[in-house]
């Protein structure tokens, strides 16, 4: 195969709920990051991200379907997530009759390296049959310091003819039971090694001529918590090699109400009822908690975070404050804040925080996904409640400092945000009962900032008591 214009770019694929939720089956790795959207929003991705191991898998099938080969090593490098529906492009690159590099992309950006290397192809006999066993289903959940020195073993296990059927063309060139083997790489990452919080990195891996059906045995060699990484070396059955792998940071807790209620004096907010939108979470939970701790009477709005909405309003309620839970899209609210009308609650005050994942992913397409929210979802909003009542209402509107000195990564959310700004402003131009106080707040810890760098952000309680006791009150 050569690299000529015409076929620089080998093939594509994409992935479904569904195919996560059967690869998942296949290789024993159910981390909720790759299978459940409620969950990972909690993640510094803030959606799905495909399994790496399941686009290695479909990249060779469809390249060894070209060009077959036996694969002796394999060197993967993941750059940048994968999500779901995502069209993965699979560019073939310095392809022999025994070696090629393959470069997955995603909208132009690079997100996986393949290299492999081997020799003409020679079918890999399987000399042991694979057991299949079932899976622990739940994830471990392991500190740093626990992961320094972890070791263990993964036998060698796997569902044959599910196997063969999903990808043939990679189990003639590495055997069942070395397919079997890297998909026990996900399963080691995702489930044990780091487990709950992991980020698969890199593997470089070598397969021997010499099998047997032992079981991987693996060992923490290296870990630097500069970076939250670890490298894993990994032997046995004729596999070798390493992984590296990052912990990546757990959902960011808010405090509870009774931490809250020591940092607020007497009862600032006791004449206001706020509708928080997007408020089972981050800044709009913990001002929902200051608001009720001060004696105030809230709404929390979530579109798909059900359980974390409740967990909020428990929180408060258990503690004396009063709270209100109602699912709504800031795209289509009309119906939502009629119901809420209709049970006689109306709000003196609106603390809008709905927002999309705010990516830094380079050149991603979200400009028009940030207006609809910030802009678009802020009029369908006020509309919807001007026209259940006509009093007076207030606007808490919070931008970003971004908006004024913007990362080279976050352009549209600052263009999207200065929208929002001037949305709000024109809304209370056209409506004289409307108030907008709009306030640009510096980065503060949230599931929507964590990143694998241990970048300390101020916690957001006393800024954000801070300013709603100063502009609300």
Same mark, same amino acid.
């Given at each position: ?50 399994? @790496? ?21 394999? /060197? ?8 779901? &529906? ?40 399987? %000399?042991?049959?694979?057991? !299949?066993?079932? %899976? ?60 709950? #919080?992991?980020?698969?990195?890199? %593997? ?40 590296? /792998? ?11 109400? =009774? =931490?809250? &209620? ?13 509708? !928080?939108?997007?408020?089972?979470? @981050? ?18 709005? #979530? ?27 800031? *795209?289509?609210?009309?119906? /939502? ?29 979200? *400009? ?12 369908? !909003?006020?509309?919807?409640?001007? &026209? ?7 606007? %808490? #509107? ?15 959310? /600052? ?18 009962? *409307? ?39």
């Amino acid at each position: 195969m050569k690299n000529t214009e015409e076929n620089m770019i080998l093939s594509h694929f994409r992935h479904s709920q569904q195919s996560q939720s059967t690869f998942a089956e296949l290789s024993g790795d159910f981390n909720p990051v790759h299978l459940d959207p409620v969950s990972a929003r909690r993640t510094m991705f803030g959606q799905v991200v495909t399994h @790496g191991i399941h686009n290695v898998l479909c990249s060779l099938e469809i390249f060894l379907k070209k060009q077959p080969f036996s694969i002796d090593r394999l /060197a993967v490098t993941f750059r940048n997530p994968i999500f779901l &529906k995502e069209d993965v492009v699979i560019i073939p690159d310095n392809v022999t009759d025994i070696s090629a590099i393959l470069k997955l992309q995603c909208g132009g950006i690079d997100t996986t390296e393949i290299r492999m290397k081997g020799k003409p192809q020679k079918v890999k006999s399987s %000399f042991c049959s694979l057991p !299949v066993i079932n %899976f622990a289903r739940q994830p471990e959940k392991k500190t740093f310091d626990e992961l320094k020195n972890a070791k263990g073993s993964i036998k060698l296990t796997g569902n044959s003819k599910a196997i063969k059927s999903a990808f043939p063309q990679t189990v003639q060139a590495l055997g069942i039971d070395g397919v079997a083997r890297l998909l026990s790489l996900t399963q080691l990452v995702g489930m044990r090694c780091p487990g709950l #919080y992991s980020l698969f990195s890199s %593997f470089d891996v070598t397969f021997s001529d010499q099998r047997s059906n032992a079981p991987t045995q693996y060992r923490v060699t290296h870990s630097d918590r500069r970076i939250s990484l670890i490298s894993i070396s990994v032997e046995g059955g004729g596999i070798t090699g390493t992984i590296n /792998a990052f912990v990546r940071p757990p959902p960011i807790s808010q405090p509870n109400i =009774t =931490t809250i &209620k020591s940092h607020i004096t007497g009862t600032p907010f006791k004449e206001m009822r706020a509708l !928080v939108v997007g408020g089972s979470r @981050g800044l709009g939970e913990i001002s929902a908690k200051i608001i009720a701790a001060g004696g105030g009477e809230t709404t929390i709005t #979530y579109l798909t975070g059900e359980d974390d909405a409740n967990h909020v309003a428990k929180d408060i309620s258990k503690n004396g404050g009063r709270c209100k839970v109602l699912q709504m899209d800031v *795209l289509e609210p009309a119906s /939502a804040i009629q119901s809420l009308m209709q049970r006689g609650w109306r709000p003196s005050h609106l603390l809008y925080f709905a927002t999309p994942r705010i990516s830094g992913r380079p050149d991603e397409n979200n *400009l028009d996904k940030f207006h609809g929210i910030y802009s678009g979802g802020l009029i369908n !909003v006020i509309k919807a409640l001007q &026209k259940q009542s006509d009093k007076a209402l207030t606007l %808490f #509107y919070p931008s970003s400092v971004y908006v004024v000195e913007t990362p080279a990564d976050m352009n549209n959310y /600052a263009k999207a945000k200065i929208k929002g700004e001037t949305t709000a402003k024109n809304l209370a131009k056209d409506q004289p009962n *409307l108030k907008v106080i709009i306030e640009r707040l510096e980065p503060l810890a949230t599931d929507q900032s964590t990143s694998l760098l241990n970048v300390d952000l101020e916690a957001p309680l006393k800024t954000m008591v801070r300013l709603l006791t100063k502009r609300l009150c």
